[in-house]
């Protein structure tokens, strides 16, 4: 038969794992949905806006699933609230390739990149992750930047 008292300690041992367990899932699904991906429904030729996200001091790389009608021929980034440095993008597209892009601007708040243009058409995207240096400020402020993507209906009539 076993001791009450080594069962107690066993079941306290076991809850202690079962909440160390729950605190690290629940602080990766945290920072799984700090990024707010919109869900592009259109088609229209046009400006989307495929996700946004509060960049800080941090992590310097950051990403953004794209979902839905998901073909752009180019992309840019909005920064509001205050100004970052952004490096690069990295375009990850459905068909299983990527495409590298050194922005190496700083945009102001509130502002807009320069243009990005996808190899020329349109791509179907899976997601965008980016490199960027908040700078810092008097308050540490954290920057607010959104990812919007073209839809120029090529090949569509």
Known sequence: ML????LSTKIRKMKKLVMIMMLAFAGASGAAWAQT???VVSDKAGWHKLGETTVDFQKERDEISVIGADKF????????DESIDLVS???????????TININSHVKAPGDSRQVDINGRE???????????TLPNAKDKKAHLEIWGLKTNEGTK
């Open 123 to 133: 791509r179907a995207i899976k997601k965008i992750a980016f490199v960027y240096k």
């Open 89 to 99: 993008a990295e375009i990850f597209y459905e068909s299983g390739d990527n495409q």
């Open 3 to 6: 001791n009450k008292e080594y």
């Open 37 to 39: 991906p919109s869900v």
């Open 73 to 80: 021929a180019a992309i840019k980034f909005k920064v509001l």
